[in-house]
């Protein structure tokens, strides 16, 4: 039997949360408006994500800005402008991943 306990544990060391992921959980449903929008795109339009993009981003966003995830640039994330008009108004070039 392995030294880590009947059930494969290890033992006295202490858990590392991941680097990404969904927690820390939302148990004070700070970000629930956004999650609920983003659901119901995904529910409306078949389950088909990219067509939900904007609502990702603003429940990632909010996640970053209540502190339930680490704060990192939204490009990271694949959030890159793609083609058309920036948020602020301003043309952009399209960009391939």
């Known amino acids: 039997m392995s030294a880590g306990g009947a059930f494969g ?5 202490r858990p590392v949360p991941p680097e990404k992921g969904i927690f820390p959980l939302d ?6 408006l956004e999650k609920k929008e983003y659901l119901g795109c995904l529910k409306t339009v ?3 994500s990219e067509k939900c993009r904007e609502f990702s981003k603003k429940y990632l966003q909010c996640r970053m800005e209540k502190n339930l995830m680490a704060k990192q640039d939204l ?3 694949g959030f890159k402008e793609r083609s058309g008009v920036t948020p602020e108004g301003k ?4 960009i391939d991943n």
């Open 9 to 13: 544990g290890n033992r006295g060391l």
């Open 27 to 32: 148990h004070m449903h700070l970000c629930d």
């Open 46 to 48: 078949g389950h088909q």
């Open 75 to 77: 490009g990271e994330l």
């Open 91 to 94: 043309p952009t070039e399209r």
